[in-house]
């Protein structure tokens, strides 16, 4: 039962984190974004069911929150724990292999001189 309690926990964790990244992309509408996340996507079916898909949207939605904070305050560590939780959700789910070239564009926003070492942390992580 307590497998369950995970589920269900990480899906509330994701729609709040869900509303964080939203915040810091469009501020005005980021009170859309959890609610579009839970009722238009199979998240509320998977938080219900012992399937690893929520805790693996967890971990990919909040690499994704870290990496566009780390961008904007570049601040290395914060793409080391943002590799570290996307290692972690494609060990869960590996057709999250997918979100690795996304990775490499966000690296686009990384100033220049702290590429590499963006880079080289979330390989790292």
Known sequence: R???LVTVLAAVATLFVTYRLAARVAPRHCWAAPLLAGLCSPLAFYAVDLWEHVPATLLTTTAVLLV??????????????????????????????????????????????????????????
């Open 2 to 4: 307590g497998m369950y």
């Open 68 to 125: 566009v904070s780390a961008s904007a305050a570049g601040d290395v560590r914060r793409f080391a724990l943002a590799g570290l939780l996307l290692g972690l959700a494609i060990g869960m789910r590996e057709e999250l292999y997918a979100m690795l070239p996304g990775g490499l564009v966000a690296l686009a926003w990384v100033p220049r001189g702290r590429r590499l070492r963006a880079a080289a942390a979330a390989a790292a992580g």
